[in-house]
């Protein structure tokens, strides 16, 4: 019984976690309050409150889950032993932009939360996932550059930061033209974009 009960939990959680990220995604931030949720999760504001005391404590769940989801996934890419630097590029970033897809409004939340909001502990676990995805790009684009795949005067970590900016893009794109956007020719002319860039001179 109490196993069903742990189970009911979690589903509970997640429930309440995609919940959030849909408000934000389809009516903004501003609409992100505690009887919205309780109301699209079905449930009362205190049973959302039984599960998570705080909204802060829903955000850092999402966070834990951007990192055991996409960024170990992201450096699962990065460290293939079997993949040209080319095959490791399109798969990051087109593997990144599947999870904004699956997960949308999570960029808008997370960095507006640490914008808009003086938490420390907040900042530190975003700070750390930033910091992540741009390490293991990093490293896929210096692979490249020592293999003669790409030009060789190239900053890793110049594309890198560029390469972090795509999310935000990504959001903007949703957000003005939410029908029309297309996954697949975004992460196509992402690909190609990285790659004129990285190519030999």
Same mark, same amino acid.
């Given at each position: 019984?109490?196993?069903t009960k742990h189970l009911s939990g979690d589903i509970r959680r997640e429930q309440i976690k995609k919940a959030v990220l849909e408000i934000v995604f389809s009516e903004g931030l501003k609409k992100l309050t505690t009887k919205n949720l309780a109301k699209k999760v079905g449930l009362s504001e205190g049973a959302v409150f039984r599960h998570y005391p705080t909204k802060q404590a829903i955000? #850092?769940?999402?966070?834990? =889950?951007v990192?055991?989801? /996409?960024?170990?996934?992201l450096k699962q890419i990065s460290e293939q032993k079997n993949k040209s630097p080319e095959e490791k590029l399109e798969k990051f970033v087109c593997s990144h932009i599947t999870y904004l897809k699956k997960n949308k409004g999570i960029s808008i939340i997370l960095f507006t939360e640490a914008s808009y909001?003086?938490?420390?502990? #907040?900042?530190?676990?975003? =700070?750390?996932?930033?910091? /992540?995805?741009k390490n293991y790009f990093t490293n896929i684009i210096?692979?490249?550059?020592?293999?003669?795949?790409?030009?060789?005067s190239i900053s890793p970590e110049?594309?890198?930061?560029?390469?972090?900016?795509?999310?935000?893009?990504?959001?903007i794109e949703l957000n003005l033209n939410p029908g029309k956007f297309k996954y697949t020719n975004f992460c196509r002319n992402m690909v190609i974009l /990285?790659?004129?860039?990285?190519e030999r001179r």
């Amino acid at each position: 019984m109490a196993e069903t009960k742990h189970l009911s939990g979690d589903i509970r959680r997640e429930q309440i976690k995609k919940a959030v990220l849909e408000i934000v995604f389809s009516e903004g931030l501003k609409k992100l309050t505690t009887k919205n949720l309780a109301k699209k999760v079905g449930l009362s504001e205190g049973a959302v409150f039984r599960h998570y005391p705080t909204k802060q404590a829903i955000i #850092l769940g999402i966070i834990d =889950d951007v990192k055991n989801e /996409l960024v170990t996934k992201l450096k699962q890419i990065s460290e293939q032993k079997n993949k040209s630097p080319e095959e490791k590029l399109e798969k990051f970033v087109c593997s990144h932009i599947t999870y904004l897809k699956k997960n949308k409004g999570i960029s808008i939340i997370l960095f507006t939360e640490a914008s808009y909001q003086n938490d420390a502990v #907040l900042k530190e676990k975003l =700070d750390e996932i930033f910091h /992540l995805q741009k390490n293991y790009f990093t490293n896929i684009i210096r692979m490249g550059i020592n293999s003669g795949v790409w030009e060789h005067s190239i900053s890793p970590e110049n594309v890198a930061a560029l390469y972090m900016g795509i999310p935000i893009t990504m959001n903007i794109e949703l957000n003005l033209n939410p029908g029309k956007f297309k996954y697949t020719n975004f992460c196509r002319n992402m690909v190609i974009l /990285l790659q004129r860039i990285l190519e030999r001179r």
